[in-house]
């Protein structure tokens, strides 16, 4: 055998103690990992988050009021498929959200494979820069996407939904709409 020498000349251990002392090591991490796995358990729940982004120019606020957020989970019928996600936020200002977005909904779910999100806008009132109020008429008060997505065990899945507000809010000449754009 051969002996491994500090950079002082005296010596430190024999390569027999350096691969002994390795293998011991590399076996009681595997031990304490594999520890951790059967104490803690696999979950079968995985976090959802839900954000919302945007903000046009000609408009200072634009508070969205949400009442509902669900998630319809594949290969399930439509009535048990839906999942609700609690609401963290109930109404947002979308013009602050150009760079950043807000949190609007989180809660825990099956983990698998979801394909759609609804998001139900229950009003919205806007600030214009010249300081005129507009209260808008929510035609169909519901966002919906068709872009699957997986939920994993023990882990949060963050979703931004973009609203493109610049195309969502018309004016017919008699009234403020708005119609969410994604």
Known sequence: GFMVNDRFGGVMASAKTVLMAVVVASIATVASASAYIVLRGESDFGTIRVFVKDAPEDWSHVNVTFSKV?????DEDNESGWHNVTMVED????????????LLAEYEVPVGKYTQIRIYVLSAVG???????????VPSGVLKT?????????????LTVDIDLSKSIVNNGDEWKFTPVL
């Open 70 to 74: 669900e998630i319809h989970q594949a």
């Open 127 to 137: 600030v214009m820069t010249d300081g005129t109020t507009v209260n808008f008429t």
């Open 146 to 158: 068709n872009h699957p997505f997986n939920i994993s065990s023990d882990e949060a899945t963050s």
């Open 91 to 102: 109404t947002i200002d979308l013009i602050p959200l150009t760079n950043m977005s807000a």
